[in-house]
């Protein structure tokens, strides 16, 4: 099983930045995939960006060109760094990982809380 750490959320105003790290531990050998989901309030789940251990990226319309996923495949990390952050990304961060690029983990991190304020 794979355990997951978030870290780096806050409370931001609108146009601010943060950035996001998880870390992975425990079977990490066949992690093919990492990835960032978040859940607003009310709202379900849903995938913000992922990438692969080849580096092959993908993001969700609504954060193109203002987040970028990044990894550390010695330390299996994965960074999000949000910029131009606006009140509609608020919400719960959650890190995932995956053996392959269609199938996740059922494991989540415990997740970071964003806040964007207007």
Same mark, same amino acid.
């Given at each position: 099983?794979?355990?997951?750490? *978030?870290?780096? =959320? @806050?409370?931001?105003?609108?146009?601010? +930045?943060?950035?996001?790290? #998880?870390?992975?531990? =425990?079977? /990490? *050998?066949? /992690?093919?995939?990492?990835? $960032?989901?978040?859940?607003?309030? @009310?709202?379900?789940? *849903?995938?913000?960006?992922? /990438?692969? +251990?080849? @580096? %092959?990226?993908?993001?969700?319309? %609504?954060? !193109?060109?203002?987040?970028?996923?990044?990894?550390?495949?010695? !330390?299996? +990390?994965?960074?999000?760094?949000?910029? %131009?952050?606006?009140?509609?990304?608020?919400?719960?961060?959650? #890190?995932?990982? @995956?053996?392959?690029?269609?199938? $996740?983990?059922?494991? $989540?991190?415990?997740?970071?809380?964003?806040?964007?304020?207007?």
């Amino acid at each position: 099983q794979v355990q997951l750490v *978030e870290s780096g =959320g @806050g409370l931001v105003q609108a146009g601010g +930045s943060l950035r996001l790290s #998880c870390t992975a531990s =425990g079977n /990490i *050998e066949r /992690i093919n995939r990492m990835g $960032w989901f978040r859940q607003p309030p @009310g709202k379900q789940r *849903e995938l913000v960006a992922a /990438i692969t +251990s080849a @580096g %092959s990226t993908n993001y969700a319309d %609504s954060v !193109k060109g203002r987040f970028t996923i990044s990894k550390n495949n010695t !330390k299996y +990390s994965v960074y999000l760094q949000m910029n %131009s952050l606006k009140p509609e990304d608020t919400a719960v961060y959650y #890190c995932r990982s @995956g053996p392959g690029p269609t199938l $996740w983990y059922n494991s $989540w991190g415990q997740g970071t809380q964003v806040t964007v304020s207007s």
